[in-house]
């Protein structure tokens, strides 16, 4: 069963720092291209950050570009995100996503959320 398991999320007052981690089981992070989305209250969820397990290629949200920093510890099994210089309007609930292929069959997988509140 696959499972990924947020944490690091709270409240953080502006300009701070924090990273969220995202540790799988039941999957191997190197194989999946591995995602960070957010959605705040009243809008969709969207992409911030993904890296691709096999190459390591990452993508980022553009308007949060600069300011955070997608990785993997393969043998922790375990995604993160770095995010600095925190705002307001990072305010949301952050989920970590996998997707990929297995036994040629497509999957994709999210976590229950951590919460993220930036407010002084």
């Known amino acids: 069963q696959v499972q990924l398991a947020e944490s690091g999320g709270g409240l953080m007052q502006p300009g701070r720092s924090l990273r969220l981690s995202c540790a799988a089981s039941?999957?191997?992070?190197?194989?999946?291209?591995m995602s960070w989305f957010r959605q705040a209250p009243g809008k969709e969820r969207e992409l911030v950050a993904r890296i691709l397990g096999n190459s390591g290629s990452t993508d980022y949200n553009d308007s949060m570009k600069g300011r955070v920093t997608i990785s993997t510890d393969n043998v922790k099994n375990t995604v993160y995100l770095q995010m600095n210089s925190l705002k307001p309007e990072d305010t949301a609930v952050y989920y970590c996503?996998?997707?990929?292929?297995?036994?040629?069959?497509?999957?994709?997988?999210w976590g229950q959320g951590t919460q993220v509140t930036v407010s002084a």
């Open positions: 039941g999957l191997m992070i190197n194989n999946a291209a």
């Open positions: 996503n996998a997707k990929g292929y297995q036994w040629g069959e497509p999957y994709e997988y």
